[in-house]
């Protein structure tokens, strides 16, 4: 390789993404979230769609256990909920309001969509694992993306 990771950072920050919270639930019922921009559609039919996840993160062994998975795409006002759960930290779900469909993952209210998913097949992808997840329940909701291009946080303009 003539470059290192820190120059493929770089070049991979001039892909603008959004940014959400996958979330799911330990074997306690314990809620967990991290924030991810490695989120992507799969298939209409079935409705897969995929994130990956750093096997260093705190909750990587959470997410692997459980078997389901949620998306929360965040709204360009929901930065500190990006900053909340980037951090890992304990009670990451304190103040945040959330409900539950089909697997019983926390769904964090007011986002601009949310997923509801069960975990189909996990795959290595290098220091990272992309878990793939068939959508069983969808909201959506009005407002704009909070998006994330080279290095930091930005917004769509008119």
Do not use: W
């Amino acid at each position: 390789m003539s470059f290192d990771s820190k120059a493929l950072r770089q070049v991979l920050g001039h892909f603008a993404t959004g940014i959400a919270v996958a979330t799911t639930r330990d074997e306690t019922g314990q809620f967990v979230g991290v924030t991810i921009n490695s989120f992507n559609s799969v298939s209409l039919s079935p409705p897969l769609v995929l994130f990956s996840l750093e096997k260093q993160s705190t909750f990587f062994s959470t997410f692997q256990a459980s078997g389901c998975f949620a998306i929360n795409i965040l709204t360009s006002e929901q930065q500190f909920l990006s900053d909340r759960f980037a951090r890992q930290k304990v009670n990451q779900f304190e103040g945040v309001r959330i409900f539950q469909q089909h697997t019983g993952s926390p769904l964090l209210e007011s986002c601009l969509a949310t997923l509801d998913c069960v975990t189909v097949y996990q795959y290595e992808g290098g220091d990272h694992i992309i878990f793939v997840g068939e959508v069983k329940a969808i909201q959506s909701f009005t407002g704009k993306p909070l998006l994330y291009y080279q290095g930091q946080y930005t917004q769509l303009t008119e």
